[in-house]
């Protein structure tokens, strides 16, 4: 069974662009979670999907948004890029959005702006 | 507010060695799960284990143990007989049950495993 995958691996962007990252959930998980690992700043959780919808957002701005697609595949949009916006991103999922279901890690982007 | 800590930055050790991975979590919740991930440097969060606060038994996975501890909020990681392979950034986590069914994962900053032959 395939686990998460994210595409593309490298995305290299020049400051003030748009980079979108895309992600498919393990077969049969609703909820995809996007997380930013940026050096010096550790894992920081940014963006929930569940069922189609943006159910919660970490501390970021809105330049940072995705969406998630009745197949349950997601895309991250990152708009008006900035050099600390080069990090690795993660996705992951689960079966759903609840307390008792693990969560399952992708590989990541890795995203650097220059 | 909940936190992971891993006070261990970098663990260096020489193969067959025994190594132990701290971790000490806050939380006001009764109801939470711990995680330890492994993070190889292609990138990968590796899912190694998760307990639930209601089950304080040790657990043992091959070479891995683990060690929950409620008393003392640790979740301790044991690798006996390390080998190169297990080489790698190691994650311990937190989740939470957050509004509306969100599960929110707090990780610690990582221990970085050196494992040299």
């Known amino acids: 069974e395939a686990g998460v995958t994210q595409s593309p691996t490298h995305l290299i962007k020049t400051r003030g662009q748009q980079a979108t990252l895309r992600c498919s959930p393990i077969s049969g998980h609703t909820s995809v979670y996007w997380y930013q690992q940026a050096l010096g700043l550790g894992l920081q959780f940014l963006l929930w999907y569940d069922e189609g919808e943006e159910r919660n957002r970490g501390n970021f701005p809105p330049r940072f948004s995705g969406r998630q697609f009745p197949n349950y595949s997601s895309e991250l949009n990152v708009n008006a890029l900035e050099l600390e916006d080069s990090a690795l991103y993660l996705c992951?999922?689960?079966?759903?959005?609840?307390?008792?279901?693990?969560?399952?890690f992708g590989e990541g982007s890795w995203l650097t702006v220059v | 507010a909940q936190k992971v800590t891993q006070a261990q930055t970098e663990i260096s050790v020489v193969e067959k060695e025994d190594v132990t991975l701290d971790c000490v979590y806050e939380?006001?919740?009764?109801?939470?799960?711990l995680f330890w991930y492994k993070q190889p440097p292609s990138g990968e969060l590796v899912f190694l284990i998760r307990?639930?606060?209601?089950?304080?038994q040790n657990e043992i996975s091959g070479r891995y143990s683990w060690n929950f501890q409620k008393s003392t909020s640790s979740f301790n990681f044991t690798i006996t007989a390390s080998q190169v392979v297990d080489s790698a950034v190691y994650f311990c986590?937190?989740?939470?049950?957050?509004?509306?069914?969100?599960?929110?994962?707090?990780f610690g900053t990582g221990t970085r495993l050196l494992v040299s032959p």
């Open positions: 986590a937190l989740s939470e049950a957050g509004g509306d069914g969100f599960q929110k994962l707090v």
């Open positions: 939380t006001r919740d009764t109801t939470y799960y």
């Open positions: 992951a999922s689960s079966l759903v959005g609840y307390l008792s279901h693990t969560i399952y």
């Open positions: 307990r639930n606060s209601f089950d304080e």
